[in-house]
């Protein structure tokens, strides 16, 4: 079983916005932040926005003011708004879990979702 499902991935034009989401499933006891990550053929995956569990958000500098990353603690989720669309954009996009307790023992573990696409056309 995956233990962070994404979804809302998809082919938009360049100006249009889109929207990711990502929720930790099964056993979840805490998780320290959510996150998403953007993979780009050549380069290193980079930071998009993470939001810890107290709130606290942080975002990338190639997105700041383009996009908003909110969350629900109770159902372990985050959803990512992303704005104005540029054709960098494109790429994989990798939900994050940090520091992910399945118990009220842990230890915590960090996870990877497995990818989706966003394809931004000029």
């Known amino acids: 079983q995956e233990k962070l499902v994404e979804s809302g991935g998809g082919v938009v034009q360049s100006g249009e916005s889109l929207r990711l989401s990502c929720t930790a499933t099964g056993s979840v006891f805490s998780v320290y932040s959510l996150g998403w990550y953007r993979q780009t053929p050549g380069k290193q995956r980079e930071l998009i926005a993470t939001?810890?569990?107290?709130?606290?958000?942080v975002y990338g500098d190639s997105v700041k003011g383009r996009v908003t990353i909110s969350g629900d603690n109770a159902k372990k989720s985050v959803k990512l708004q992303m704005d104005n669309l540029e054709p960098d954009d494109t790429g994989v996009y990798y939900c994050r879990a940090d520091n992910l307790w399945t118990t009220k023992s842990g230890p915590g573990v960090d996870y990877w979702g497995k990818g989706i696409l966003v394809t931004v056309s000029s």
């Open positions: 939001l810890t569990s107290g709130g606290i958000a």
